[in-house]
């Protein structure tokens, strides 16, 4: 009980927003304020999208990695991380940020196709914007996740038993695009066994 009452009197006083750290790095990318981070100055773009409860940092030793032979970009989607938290918190809102992102970052014209990586549910949102903008993008890469409409509600009763469409066609298409941008198979090693 004397533990409980503490932790009431810590939340009330504690309960205003901190301040984010110094020298974040801000864009508008569509109707939000978005954090992101850059690495690598030569090479072909690489967008890194996280997933649910997950930052610009969780690609803090994946990125220096790719950095050595790309420009790499990572952002904070809606609701997590530093970026401005602004709702719906749906693919599809999480989709038109990731999209301004590019617009903002001047990304997705001639020889400025970015590769896009997805992480646990940034791949649904990596996958609808291939779906969206494919002439935009360079490539896609699914990391543990499996590019399905993750949006909030009761999904449709048969939704479980059919598989999309483009969840199985799309993994057919994606080794020729990395190989492309020099991600396909063989091109690195980032650890663990061969």
């Known amino acids: 009980m004397v533990v409980t009452a503490a932790s009431f009197v810590y939340n009330a006083v504690t309960a205003g927003r901190a301040a984010p750290p110094r020298g974040l790095r801000y864009v508008q990318a569509a109707d939000i304020r978005t954090r992101y ?7 072909p773009p ?21 950095a050595r032979d790309h420009r790499v970009y990572a952002l904070d989607l809606t609701g997590d991380g530093y970026s401005e ?15 301004g992102f590019l617009n903002a970052m001047h990304l997705g014209g001639p020889g400025q196709r970015p590769l896009l990586v997805g992480h646990s549910s940034g791949a649904a949102v990596v996958t609808e914007a291939a779906l969206r903008a494919p ?20 999904p449709p009763a048969f939704k479980h038993v059919l598989i ?28 663990g066994e061969a």
Do not use: C, N
């Open 37 to 43: 981070q850059t690495r690598g100055t030569a090479g």
């Open 46 to 66: 690489v967008v890194l999208v996280h997933g649910a409860f997950e930052s610009v940092d969780t690609w803090s030793r994946l990125a220096p990695l790719l």
């Open 85 to 99: 938290r602004h709702g719906p918190y749906t693919v599809d809102h999480f989709t038109r940020q990731l999209l």
């Open 135 to 154: 002439g935009r993008l360079g490539g896609v890469m699914l990391l543990d996740g499996d590019a399905l409409d993750t949006g909030a509600g009761p």
């Open 164 to 191: 999309d469409p483009y969840r199985t066609s799309v993994s057919d298409q994606l080794s020729e695009p990395m190989r492309t941008v020099g991600l396909g198979a063989g091109s690195a090693h980032l650890g």
